[in-house]
């Protein structure tokens, strides 16, 4: 019988790395109907599914949990954590995330109705591996989401 580590980080529960099924995937969403609608797409493919509501939770989260793939809007709410106080929103996460080392190599797909060319500019130097627009596919997404999941991500130096 496998044991699970019961932290809790946003109020999800948190298995070993080695008695959870698949990757993990974090979603970082603060619509819970747009959060359970891509959790659901997701569902079928096996993989461990986590989900933040905003950008405190999520780089909680990230630290703990090390996702294999994040999905991120770019208009969250902060939090209210004085720690976390410089994540103005899913672009600033982002970037604090590709500039650790550590982090660096978990691609990021950014999901978010902001579809100028100068957003979609911003969030790719902003180091988001996918840029998708909402209303968005849910097969274009699952679609993106598998190969990224499948991509052999590097080290970062």
């Known amino acids: 019988m496998a044991s699970v580590i019961q932290q809790n980080v946003g109020n999800h529960p948190m298995a070993l790395d080695s008695e959870r099924p698949g990757k993990v995937i974090l979603i970082v969403e603060d619509q819970a109907d747009i959060r359970q609608l891509i959790k659901m797409s997701l569902a079928f493919t096996k993989h461990t599914i986590y989900e933040a509501p905003d950008c405190q939770t999520a780089f909680k989260m990230v630290n703990t949990l090390k996702p294999d793939l994040m999905l991120l809007d770019i208009m969250l709410p902060s939090g209210t954590d004085d720690k976390t106080e410089g994540l103005a929103n899913g672009l600033t996460l982002c970037r604090m995330l590709k ?6 190599t978990m691609p990021i797909i950014l999901l978010t109705s902001k579809g100028q060319a100068i957003d979609i500019k911003a969030g790719l ?3 988001a591996d996918e840029y998708i627009v909402k209303p968005f596919s ?3 997404l699952i679609e993106v989401a598998l190969h990224q ?3 052999t991500h590097p080290i970062a130096a």
């Not at 500039?99 to 660096?104: F, I, Y």
């Open 125 to 127: 130097a902003a180091g």
């Open 149 to 151: 999941l499948s991509i």
């Open 138 to 140: 849910v097969i274009h």
């Open 99 to 104: 500039d650790n080392p550590e982090l660096a």
